[in-house]
Structures are given as structure tokens and as C-alpha cells.
């Protein structure tokens, strides 16, 4: 049975070795975790302004043009309606106010 598993004893030693291993790998484990979250970190930094520089340079300007185009359509039409709206409101109040002074005169009279 020796020759088959070597390292397999009941003595004291083998249990004092596999605690010193554990203890080592818990000991470096959060230095490995450091060192994978830096990296990690670095990576989706460079990753997010990768991406944040792609939208720059070619979405925002894309949606820019094609939204831009219809604003200004839709600009001069609401122009144009806001110029019959402020006509229609000058004769509007002309009318009330003439209606209000012939209430008036007819109330004096």
C-alpha cells in the first residue's frame, strides 16, 4: 500500500503540512484578489472610453444629423403656427375689447 499512495500516512505531519499550505493560500489569497480587481479595473476603464469614444466620433453625430434635420422642419413649422396663434390672439382680444366697451356704453346709457 506504500508503494501506491506514498504520501498517505495517519501521522501528524502530513495534516501539519496541508495546514501550512492552506494557511499560505489564504494568506496570498487577497493579494491575488488585489491583483485580478487591478486588472480587471484597468480593463473596463479602457473598455468603457473605448466605447464612450466610438459613440463620440460616431453614433452621437449619426443621431445628431438624422434628429437635427426633423428639428429643424419641425421648427419652422411650429414658427409658422405660433405666428397665426399670436394673429389670431391680437384680433381675439381686439374683438373683446370692443365688446367690452359696448357693454360698457350700454350700461351708461
Do not use: C, H
Not at 496570498?28 to 479595473?41: E, F, I, M, N, Y
Request: proline share 4%; hydrophobic share 35%; glycine share 10%.
Amino acid at each position: 500500500m506504500g508503494l501506491i499512495w506514498p504520501n498517505l500516512t495517519f501521522g501528524q505531519e502530513p495534516l501539519t503540512e496541508a495546514k501550512n499550505l492552506g494557511k499560505k493560500i489564504w494568506e496570498s489569497l487577497p493579494q491575488a484578489l488585489r491583483k485580478v480587481t487591478g486588472q480587471a479595473g484597468d480593463f473596463l476603464k479602457k473598455l468603457y472610453f473605448s466605447i464612450f469614444d466610438f459613440l463620440k466620433k460616431r453614433v452621437f453625430p449619426w443621431i445628431g444629423e438624422r434628429i437635427g434635420g426633423e428639428i429643424e422642419r419641425k421648427e419652422k413649422k411650429l414658427q409658422i403656427e405660433l405666428k397665426k396663434e399670436t394673429k389670431e390672439m391680437k384680433e381675439g382680444t381686439k374683438e373683446i375689447g370692443k365688446d367690452l366697451w359696448q357693454r360698457l356704453k350700454q350700461l351708461l346709457k
